[in-house]
């Protein structure tokens, strides 16, 4: 960075110096994952683990997520560096010597990477406070994989004092080559609702079905008519993807049921579009029905908001990578991702930015192996240093810069 205020050879070198570490941390947290917002044994290794550092920690009410707060020698402005710590609800199939030790339960979105690279980060940053012209706060977050813990802790209060005027969030990514970091200004992943259409009809025998009212039928042609709606009532430049991911109905071949259920899940790029929507979804499921004579119940349960980087911290990011590890480290996405963050939340009220790390594995080829929620994801996870560099780069450009006020 020009008249960069990064120290960029100090956190390169404390990111590998620390790397150990992580990896020993983040292979811990990988053979025990826990789901949800309450992962009690994750934050006792992540306590553990801060232990002894010259950190303020506070809890909320409704998660086990914690808030370590770093003093600098100054007064000045504050960032916060997120890391999430949940895990997803599948059988890991990855052979790993350090597998799930839990049924059922996966590190499989990478979140014990972000764990570890952010207590790498709080270690080094600690080490190096009087060289912080501010405040640094490590969002220890659970409830990432659709429990809304980043809304929970900020219900909690965990964010109002100090309250952030940054904050930035790393996303490990096996489908991007080793080491590679990138974002883009605006929209860099979904909002995502999901919904339930149930269809009432009334039940009877298969071989009379004009003495009945059959729903089957009635669902179907709701299935297309939300693609219809979606491609003719959507704009292409502010788009929508929805997907019926289950058809429910009937036990047999000569049984008319009653009911028949659709439940699909709504992606979309902006706020406006989101609610077009799902109003759209409501108005077209209720119509196709009353055509048919039948009734709809609809139930769109509101998912997590889009995930918009502000573009001035996003070039904040783009400049610290560049001055830690080369030109070549940044890519500017062309395009947002349809997957869904609730780290939207906390962009909602504070300016910031989530970029991704690419973390492909040793002789894979980052274009095909296995993406984030596989469970045969595995990762490289040596680019662990890059991401503890990486957060200690950013805190130190924001809080000692003034590029960005
Ligand atoms: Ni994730």
Known sequence: MDGSVVD???????????????????????????????????????????????L???????????????????????VLLRGDMDALPLKEDTGLAYRSRTEGAMHACGHDTHVAMLVGAARALSAQRDRLAGTVMFMFQPGEEGYHGARFMMEDG????????????????????????????????????SFIIKVKGRG????????????????CEIVTALQSFIT???????????????????????VIPEEAELEGTLRTLSEQT?????????????????????????DIRTGFPVTVCDGRIVDLAEKTAKSLFGEDAWMSMPNPLMG?????????????????LGAAPEGGDWRTCCA?????????????ARGVAMHCGFAQAFLNGDEVV
């Open 8 to 54: 960029s050879d100090l956190w390169t070198d404390a990111g590998e110096s620390l790397l150990a570490d992580a990896i020993r941390l983040r292979r811990a947290i990988h053979e025990e994952p826990e789901l949800g917002l309450h992962c009690p044994k994750t934050t006792a290794k992540i306590r553990a683990a801060l232990d002894g550092l010259p």
């Open 232 to 254: 003719r009532r959507i704009s292409v430049f502010n788009p929508a993807v929805l997907t019926i991911g289950r058809i429910t109905a009937g036990t047999t071949n000569n």
């Open 56 to 78: 303020e920690i506070r809890e909320g009410p409704s998660t086990t997520g914690l808030m370590a707060i770093l003093r600098g020698s100054d007064n000045g402005r504050t």
């Open 340 to 356: 869904a963050e609730d780290f939207s939340y906390v962009l909602q009220k504070v300016p910031g930015a989530m970029s991704f």
């Open 274 to 298: 989101r609610m077009a929507a799902q109003e759209g979804i409501e108005r077209v499921a209720r119509n196709i029905a009353a055509a048919h004579g039948a009734t709809v119940d609809v």
């Open 204 to 219: 009877g025998h298969a071989s009379m079905p004009q003495d009945a009212l059959d729903p089957i039928p009635v669902a």
């Open 372 to 384: 984030l929620h596989s469970n045969r994801m595995v990762l490289d996870e040596t680019v662990m």
């Open 158 to 193: 965990l964010l109002d004092d100090p309250a952030p005027d940054a904050a930035f969030a790393l996303h490990i990514s096996p489908n991007m080559p080793r080491g590679m970091m990138g974002s883009r200004h605006g929209s860099l992943l979904a909002s995502a609702d």
